[in-house]
């Protein structure tokens, strides 16, 4: 399948037109194998016109787990977090038309350890919808 230029598989969608207003967790977790070796990249593109106001806050986390279950959820990082996008409140606003990468981020070889399974999670306010998946570079 062809998303946005780049050919993905089902397996690799992450999310396909969500909608940023919804908080949480995206749709779908995907299994990436562990240890990727710097060759897996998690591509997020405007759907629709995507919004951040300046007077708002909003993150584009990446979330691990060790099974296909948002029980077995674990931080990448102890204590600590992995933004794909972080804005607060003290940045300028963020408008992204449709269609257009918002960000990407290649997973380092060791940051998933045991951890499998990825998914992306959302917090802030914000307009638009996006579309989430992995591609492999080969």
Request: aromatic share 8%; charged share 15%.
């Amino acid at each position: 399948m062809k998303k946005h230029g780049f050919l993905t598989d089902e397996s690799l969608i992450i999310a396909d037109e969500y909608d940023v207003s919804t908080a949480g967790s995206l749709p779908n977790m995907i299994n990436v194998g562990g240890n990727t070796n710097g060759k897996v990249n998690i591509k997020v593109f405007a759907s629709t016109d995507f919004a951040v106001a300046s007077s708002s806050s909003y993150n584009i986390e990446l979330e691990c787990f060790t099974a296909d279950t948002e029980g077995s959820a674990t931080s990448p990082i102890t204590n600590g977090h992995v933004y794909l996008l972080h804005k607060t409140t003290a940045d300028g606003a963020i408008a992204v038309d449709e269609g257009n990468l918002i960000t990407e981020f290649v997973i380092p070889p060791d940051l998933l350890g045991a951890n499998n399974w990825i998914n992306i999670k959302t917090l802030g306010s914000a307009t638009g919808k996006i579309d989430v998946f992995a591609s492999i570079l080969i």
